[in-house]
């Protein structure tokens, strides 16, 4: 079947940390791969996508590469700021199908 | 402004008593959705929609229903709310089918609580 497995949060970093959040799949055939973002209290925006292998995803300093070989969608950031305090989903959905599949969220909390 | 409304954004009820939420987007998106947020269940897909009269099943789609008459609209109803239909629900939409990689957008959610 079709899954999202992303790593547990909570996360807290300080202002200007390096940012990772992992995010695995599993997919019966080729998968469009996302980031959403939810601020609090808001619905979700899409943060980036990639749509093939090697793609790379970015928006608003984050980034994120589709890794075939490992079944991975990793989001990245260099240097995190307060704003950036947010509930992040990874999300797929395959060529050949209608629905979208979301990992549970990992909700960041960025300190001054 | 492009948008997804969802009303109401708030609500409480009673186990039994048939609600319906509300969603309309402005966009003239073909492809509606209704998800639910739950604590460490992440977004469940409810039902999705590809155009008016086309509807099928997402993951958990068990006490739902849904209608899409209009292009517009893509309101979900609870004919018998129980308890484990309380959530965070968002209503979604974005052009084509989501196959063609285009980006959803999201209401701002509906907090129901069944009592």
């Known amino acids: 079947g079709n899954s999202v497995t992303q790593m547990e949060g909570p996360v807290t970093l300080s202002e200007e940390a390096f940012l990772t959040i992992n995010c695995t799949y599993t997919a019966t055939g080729y998968p469009s791969l996302f980031w959403y973002v939810q601020y609090p209290g808001e619905g979700l925006q899409l943060l980036l996508k990639a749509t093939k292998a090697d793609d790379k995803g970015s928006n608003k300093g984050f980034e994120a590469t589709y890794r075939k070989e490992t079944t991975s969608f990793h989001l990245e950031k260099g240097s995190v700021q307060v704003s950036d305090s947010a509930v992040y989903f990874c999300a797929l959905i395959v060529r050949t199908g209608n629905q979208f599949y979301f990992g549970t969220g990992t909700s960041l909390t960025v300190i001054p | 402004e492009a948008q997804v409304t969802q009303n109401p954004r708030y609500l409480i009820t009673v186990t039994g008593k048939k609600l319906t939420v509300t969603c309309s987007q402005n966009?003239?998106?073909?492809?509606m959705s209704w998800y639910r947020q739950d604590p460490g269940l992440g977004l469940r897909q409810i039902y999705y929609s590809m155009n008016v009269e086309v509807t099928d099943k997402g993951d958990v789609p068990e006490g739902y229903k849904v209608s899409r008459k209009e292009k517009r609209n893509f309101p979900l109803i609870l004919e018998s709310p129980s308890p484990n239909q309380t959530s965070l629900y968002f209503c979604?939409?974005?052009?084509?089918?989501?196959?063609?990689?285009?980006?959803?957008?999201f209401g701002p959610g509906t907090r129901l609580t069944v009592l």
């Open positions: 966009m003239n998106h073909e492809y």
């Open positions: 979604a939409s974005s052009s084509q089918s989501p196959s063609s990689y285009n980006e959803q957008f």
